[in-house]
């Protein structure tokens, strides 16, 4: 007869074995549900900034970038301007190109040029109150009757250039004692002050000259490359590398379409693939878009397997058409002149590209005339040159979008 102890220590360890197994089961079920939750989320991001499941098309501008890092001060990449029309990926391109220098050991500082862009910048890169050449307090709260204030930091025109210049030294004297160096990103550099430019652009130039290890990279609409250029204070940026944002190759959204549901689960037949790619056009904002309804035609229906139909793509790039109308296509016709809608309205009457003088007829002008919004609109990157002499639509749908919108397509 076996022992007593022998017993209970056998009925003890088989208790701690079931008390595993139960807790087992409950951390697999946990993860599986994780699992599947990550498989099911939308990897696509339509959003301003959202970073989307692969960088396509954009190999070219991250090697320019990368060589300018490895190449040494001095190198035409350490000093960028990023450009395109809305929609192409500018601040995705900033978000990449700042991973690479990260990847790299290098510290980034990424802002936006909206109004206080030096003084963001100087408090970004030290924390010494000391850098600041002057401080304005005003009234800015009021409770139960007793007012407070609260500070606001302002630099002047005047010290500015001198102020960044001593916050960057600082900051790259700690960088550079450890073998790397400072990447700084400004986004919608556009709507910057040109004050803070004239800051910004001084003090790199200084530390280009002095041999330290930074670089810069400017993104925004083509206006910002022709006030950059144009102003005779920043001479310095024209010799910055300069990169304009197309669209993206047809070939290469299809390729991505079919991987990026196929590695969560999905099938993605190359044809249907093909077909929701050659519907954005290329254009990067709306590749977000198509993917982006196109998994959710799919996962919001209950049906046996997981496989993309023509209905879900079909459904995709029409519920995209109608979001790209009001995001892109509507703001874009908003922010130009009469003569520019004009323009674009005589062109949508052609099923594709058209030469000036044809469009300056039915716009009953003449061809000097349509010529200067012509070159107004290839400057905005509104329009292309497909052939020489001959523009289109740089924008997809907009065509289509005056053909149902514009008055003068109503009867």
């Keep these: 007869m076996a022992h007593p102890l022998f017993i209970l220590s056998i ?11 139960i807790l087992f089961g409950i951390i697999k079920t946990v993860l599986v549900s994780k699992e599947g939750y990550a498989m099911r989320a939308n990897p696509f991001k339509p959003t301003a900034g959202g970073n989307p499941p692969k960088m396509i098309g954009r190999a070219e501008v991250v090697r320019d970038f990368e060589k300018g890092l490895d190449n ?3 190198a035409p990449g350490r000093i960028m301007l990023i450009t395109g029309a809305r ?3 500018k601040t995705v391109m900033l978000a990449s190109l700042a991973n690479r220098a990260k990847e790299r050991g290098w510290a980034v500082v990424s802002e936006t040029g909206s109004e206080g862009l030096s003084e963001r910048l100087v408090q970004a890169l030290s924390d010494r109150a000391g850098l600041v050449d002057k401080l304005v307090v005003r009234p800015e709260v009021s409770m139960l009757g007793m007012s407070g204030s609260l500070g606001q930091v302002e630099l002047s025109g005047k010290t500015m250039p001198l102020t960044l210049r001593q916050a960057f030294s600082e900051r790259l004297n700690k960088l550079e004692r450890k073998g790397v160096g400072l990447l700084v990103t400004i986004d919608e550099a556009q709507a910057a002050h040109r004050d803070d430019l004239v800051a910004v652009a001084t003090a ?6 002095e041999n330290r290890e930074v670089a810069i990279v400017f993104a925004g609409l083509p206006s910002l490359v022709s006030d950059l250029l144009n102003d005779d204070v920043l001479t310095f940026m024209r010799r910055a590398k300069r990169e304009v944002l197309f669209d993206v190759p047809i070939e290469e959204v299809s390729a991505s379409y079919k991987e990026t549901f196929e590695l969560r689960g999905m099938a993605l037949d190359a044809d249907l693939a093909c077909r929701a790619a050659e519907a954005t056009y290329g254009y990067p904002y709306m590749v977000q878009l198509v993917g982006y309804n196109m998994w959710d035609s799919v996962v919001s229906k209950d049906r046996d397997g997981v496989r993309v139909t023509a209905a879900d793509v079909m459904a995709g790039i029409a519920q995209s058409t109608i979001e790209l109308d009001a995001a892109v296509c509507e703001p874009e016709l908003a922010g130009l002149s009469a003569g520019g809608v004009e323009y674009l309205e005589a062109l949508a009457r052609f099923d594709g ?3 000036n003088a044809a469009i300056a007829e039915i716009m009953g002008k003449t061809p000097q005339y349509a010529g200067t919004y012509r070159r107004r609109l290839l400057d905005a990157h509104i329009l292309f040159e497909p052939k020489r002499g001959e523009v289109d639509f740089a924008l997809p749908y907009l065509r289509d979008y005056l053909r149902r919108n514009s008055p003068c397509f109503a009867c």
């Design 72 to 74: 040494g001060v001095g």
């Design 353 to 355: 590209s058209a030469n």
């Design 204 to 209: 790199i130039q200084h530390l280009v000259s």
């Design 11 to 21: 009925l003890f360890i088989l208790s701690i074995l079931f008390i595993l197994s």
């Design 87 to 89: 929609g192409t990926g």
